[in-house]
């Protein structure tokens, strides 16, 4: 079975832009897409460069596990235009990745998947479930238009290393990808971590994130970086 990597999407788009292969998203905007994409996540961007600072706030605001926006950067700076698009007019949203993993009002994902690890580390239990069904009646409540973007994380301990298989309703090349790389490569730290405590004479390293996403899409503002 062959594995894609980053450098064979980058190379898929580029061709696409190049043949003007393109869709038209509900706003009337030109993208290029790619359904059932699967790849190995060898890379933390595919167009553009991570923003550093940004990714520190991201995490700081998972892990205050508010769900308002106001609260990524505080009350001297908006939050960004994509925040803004999907949270209601109080600042509201689903998408608070640390809320949906560290909350009793979730489980308690983290914890349960850490305790699935170490009870049994060559299972296929071991899964972190970020969309649910009823998002269908809170996707749109009061003004919002945030459908969580990740279903879900699995984990496997393999050769003494951690993997991890990404699942993605729906993921933007250029900014959603960078962000969410950042995201996933910081739980698996975080996993391994709590891990080894829990396991005082085990080594565990991280190993490879496979990223599937059944809708993987630049949109045309940004085509100017698909080179």
């Avoid at 923003?51 to 908006?78: C, H, L, Q």
């Avoid at 009002?105 to 170490?118: A, G, I, M, S, T």
């Avoid at 009870?119 to 899964?127: E, F, L, V």
């Avoid at 829990?198 to 503002?221: A, K, M, P």
């Amino acid at each position: 079975m062959q594995t894609y990597k980053v450098q064979d999407i980058r190379d898929h788009f580029i061709n696409e832009l190049k043949a003007e292969r393109f869709t038209v998203d509900k706003t009337g905007q030109k993208t290029i897409e790619i359904l059932g994409a699967s790849f190995i996540a060898d890379e933390s961007a595919i167009f553009g460069t991570p923003v550093d600072e940004y990714i520190e706030k991201e995490f700081a605001w998972y892990r205050s596990m508010s769900t308002n926006i106001k609260d990524i950067y505080g009350p001297d700076r908006n939050p960004p235009l994509a925040w803004r698009y999907a949270a209601n007019m109080h600042g509201e949203i689903n998408s608070n990745y640390g809320l949906l993993i560290w909350s009793e009002k979730y489980f308690n994902q983290f914890d349960r998947v850490v305790q699935e690890l170490d009870k049994n580390p060559d299972g296929r239990r071991a899964t972190m479930i970020y969309n649910r069904p009823s998002i269908w009646a809170e996707y749109n409540e009061n003004g919002k238009s945030d459908f969580i973007c990740t279903n879900a994380v699995s984990y496997y301990i393999r050769d003494k290393k951690l993997h991890a298989v990404v699942q993605m309703r729906s993921n933007d090349v250029v900014f959603g990808y960078k962000n969410d790389y950042a995201w996933q490569h910081e739980v698996m730290i975080l996993l391994i971590d709590r891990y080894l405590d829990l396991n005082i004479f085990s080594d565990l390293e991280i190993g490879d994130i496979y990223w599937q996403v059944q809708n993987l899409h630049v949109y045309e503002r940004h085509f100017d970086l698909v080179k």
